[in-house]
């Protein structure tokens, strides 16, 4: 997979998906044996900015690279002077070589591809440079109500196969070969969220955008029903896993 925009959900997807756990980015410390305080970040598939600024809060500088202008418009309008949006490619980054101390991809890195991203993040990064990439993973493969909408997702887009959701995205990054370093870390944590806000946040996501409507009202009506019937009061707690793959030059 490489490059899509989310500019036409991102309202949608800045609304309503979620933020990252604080020992994610302990995590990420611990990799770059420094704090994220002063530190050059490039944040790569930056979107509408949620990890930029995750990233900025602890103190980083942060270049946030995205394909899409509409997404780096709003992160723009939500951001810090910490930030700076550039619009760009992580096959292809508009960045100089050897500039930044981290590269982090948060939930992005699957849509580049690893032949070029791995080189073209260790280019931009100075000799003990880390770079990051992660993803959350909603861990209720048993529920009721999302077994029934994984089926009726599959069978409105073609395209989209559940199983992909097991794919260690991050793997790729060992058998590119451009890190002496590399190492998975996961960090389980529980999203307490609306059901209204996850539904929107389903709706962000590009297998359900690219449906046609009615299928894809109808998509997410079954997902609103099926989690009012599973949390009555209108709140689900959910159990989550941030996958974290970190890697040095
Ligand atoms: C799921 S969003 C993640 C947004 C953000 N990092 C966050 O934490 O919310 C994936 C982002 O990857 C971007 N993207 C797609 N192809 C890309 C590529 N080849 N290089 C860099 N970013 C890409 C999309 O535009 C989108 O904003």
């Known amino acids: 997979m490489t490059r899509t925009t989310f500019d036409h959900v991102a309202a949608a997807y800045d609304a309503a998906r979620p933020d990252y756990p604080g020992p994610l980015f302990d995590a990420i410390e611990s990799a770059l044996g420094q704090p994220l305080l002063r530190a050059e970040v490039a944040d790569v598939g930056a979107g509408t900015g949620i990890a930029s600024r995750a990233l900025a809060g602890r103190g980083a500088q942060v270049v946030a690279v995205d394909p899409g202008p509409g997404v780096l418009s709003l992160l723009r309008s939500r951001s ?119 539904v929107t946040d389903y709706s962000s996501h590009s297998y359900v955008a690219g449906l046609e409507e009615p299928a894809r009202a109808e998509l997410l009506e079954l997902l609103r029903s099926g989690l009012a019937a599973a949390f009555p009061s209108g709140v689900a707690v959910l159990p989550y896993v941030t996958r974290l793959w970190v890697a040095r030059r």
């Open 80 to 198: 810090t002077s910490r930030i700076r949006p550039v619009v760009g490619d992580g096959n292809a980054l508009p960045l100089r070589s050897g500039t930044f101390d981290l590269v982090t991809y948060a939930q992005s890195w699957h849509w580049t591809d690893p032949a070029s991203s791995a080189p073209e993040a260790a280019r931009v990064l100075h000799d003990r440079g880390v770079l990051a990439v992660w993803w959350n993973l909603l861990k209720t493969d048993d529920a009721p109500w999302w077994r029934a909408y994984v089926a009726a997702a599959e069978s409105a887009n073609s395209g989209y196969d559940h199983n992909e959701a097991d794919i260690d995205w991050g793997a790729g990054i060992d058998t590119a070969g451009c890190f002496a370093w590399v190492r998975r870390v996961e960090v389980p944590w529980t999203r307490t969220v609306d059901v209204d806000v996850l």
